[in-house]
C-alpha cells in the first residue's frame, strides 16, 4: 500500500482554485488530491473506480476541503470533455489546475510481442494526457490564466530495461509540456511536468510478460515499494509536495521540470523501477 504522512495545517494558498486531477483513485494522484485539498483547492478528483473516488471525496470532506467525483476514462475524448463539463458547473468555477496523474506500466519486453500492453500504455499516457490537455488549455489561454501539471516520468530521460514502450510514453509527455509552454508564452498559463523516480505506490505488477519482470528484478502480482527501503522509495506525499511547490509559485515564476527520485536512486541505474 502507499505510505502517506499526515499534513500539518496548511495556509490555504490554493483558497478559490478548483484543481482537476486524474488517476485520483490511488497511488501520486490521490496523495495529490489530498495536497491540494489542504491548501484550499475545490479537488475534482477522476478515475475509473467510482468507490475509490467516493472514499477519497468523502475523506476530504470530512476534513473540511471541497470535492467532487467524476468518473472518467482519460482515453476517451468524450468522457473527458463531459467530464469537465460536469465538474465547473458543480464547482461553480473554471478548472484553474489541471494534473494529469493517470497512467499504467507494463514490464515488455519487444520480443514478446505484448500488443494489448503497449496499446494500454500508448491510449492512457499517451491519447489520455493529449485528451485532458487539449479539453482545458484553451479555456486556460482565452483567460489567460491556469496551469497544467503532467506527471511523467524519470523514465523520460533515460531508458530502463524491460519499459521500451512506457519509456516512449513518457518522452511524449515531456515534449508534449514543452510544446504547451512554446505555445502559452504570453498567456500567463504555466506548464509544469514533474518526472517522478521509484515511488512506492498501490501499482501492482499484473502484466503477463514474466520475463521482462523477472529481468528487472520485480514479481508479478506484488506492490511496486512493497519490499523497499525507506531511502530507495520516495513516498506518494513527496510527488504531491513538489506539485504543491509548482502551483503555488509566484505567477511571474514557471516551474518547468522537476526530477524527483530517492536519495539512493542512482539516475540511469538499470536496476531500478521507475513508476
Not at 492512457?124 to 490537455?133: D, L, Y
Request: proline share 3%; charged share 25%; with cysteine.
Amino acid at each position: 500500500m502507499s505510505r502517506e504522512r499526515s499534513r500539518s495545517p496548511r495556509r490555504h494558498r490554493l483558497a478559490g482554485k478548483v484543481a482537476l486531477i486524474t488517476g485520483a483513485s490511488s497511488g501520486i494522484g490521490r496523495g495529490v488530491a489530498l495536497a491540494l485539498a489542504s491548501e484550499g483547492a475545490a479537488v475534482v478528483v477522476c478515475a475509473r473506480r467510482k468507490e475509490l473516488l467516493d472514499s477519497l471525496k468523502a475523506e476530504i470532506e470530512a476534513k473540511g476541503g471541497r470535492a467532487f467525483s467524476k468518473v472518467m476514462d482519460v482515453t476517451s475524448r468524450d468522457s473527458v470533455h463531459k467530464g469537465v463539463q460536469e465538474a465547473e458547473a458543480e464547482s461553480r468555477g473554471s478548472i484553474d489546475i489541471l494534473v494529469n496523474c493517470a497512467g499504467v506500466m507494463y514490464f515488455t519486453l519487444m520480443k514478446n510481442k505484448k500488443y494489448e500492453e503497449w496499446q494500454q500504455t500508448i491510449d492512457v499516457c499517451v491519447s489520455g494526457t493529449t485528451n485532458c490537455c487539449g479539453a482545458l488549455f484553451p479555456a486556460m489561454v482565452d483567460r489567460k490564466c491556469g496551469h497544467i501539471v503532467n506527471i511523467s516520468s524519470d523514465a523520460a530521460r533515460t531508458i530502463f530495461p524491460a519499459l521500451t514502450v512506457y519509456n516512449a510514453a513518457k518522452s511524449y509527455i515531456q515534449v508534449l509540456s514543452k510544446g504547451l509552454r512554446a505555445e502559452a508564452v504570453g498567456t500567463g498559463v504555466r506548464v509544469t511536468d514533474v518526472q517522478p523516480g521509484d515511488v512506492a505506490t498501490d501499482l501492482i505488477v499484473n502484466n503477463t510478460d514474466s520475463e521482462a519482470a523477472a529481468k528487472v528484478g520485480v514479481t508479478i502480482g506484488k506492490t511496486i515499494g512493497a519490499e523497499g527501503t525507506r531511502n530507495s522509495f520516495l513516498d506518494v506525499s513527496d510527488v504531491a509536495d513538489v506539485v504543491v511547490y509548482a502551483v503555488t509559485a509566484p505567477q511571474h515564476v514557471g516551474v518547468h521540470e522537476i526530477l524527483i527520485e530517492p536519495r539512493d536512486q542512482m539516475f540511469g541505474d538499470p536496476t531500478s523501477v521507475s513508476t
